[in-house]
Nanobody, 114 residues
């Protein structure tokens, strides 16, 4: 089972980034796929969710700025991030969860700074 995030980097406030998470080794199409982040000095927090039926949900501070989606093959998860703010800085993790099975990626760093 593997979840591999990519797409992080350094971006100025107001900028955009798109994160990807490639899933392999399990039937990801049956899982809810989520993004979490760990900001400096804070615990890992929920960011966004995409259920296997296509329902999305967002944490309040990112709603309207971030969009979660997946490709047609349902093996890659995306997080489109716009209007980024310094408080969005952190390590972003993708997560797959279904009936007690939980998998995590290794994370990708996002830094929003001028």
């Amino acid at each position: 089972v593997r979840l591999v995030e990519s797409g992080g980097g350094l971006v100025q406030p107001g900028g955009s980034l798109t994160l990807s998470c490639a899933a392999s080794g399990f039937a990801s199409e049956h899982y809810a796929l989520n993004w979490f982040r760990e900001r400096p000095g804070q615990e890992r927090d929920y960011v966004a969710m995409l259920t296997n039926s296509g329902i999305t949900n967002y944490e309040a501070s990112v709603r309207g700025r971030f969009t979660i989606s997946r490709d047609a093959a349902k093996t890659t998860l995306f997080l489109q991030m716009t209007n980024l703010k310094p408080e969005d800085t952190g390590v972003y993790y993708c997560n797959a969860a279904e009936k007690g099975d939980v998998y995590w990626g290794q994370g990708t760093q996002v830094t929003v700074s001028s």
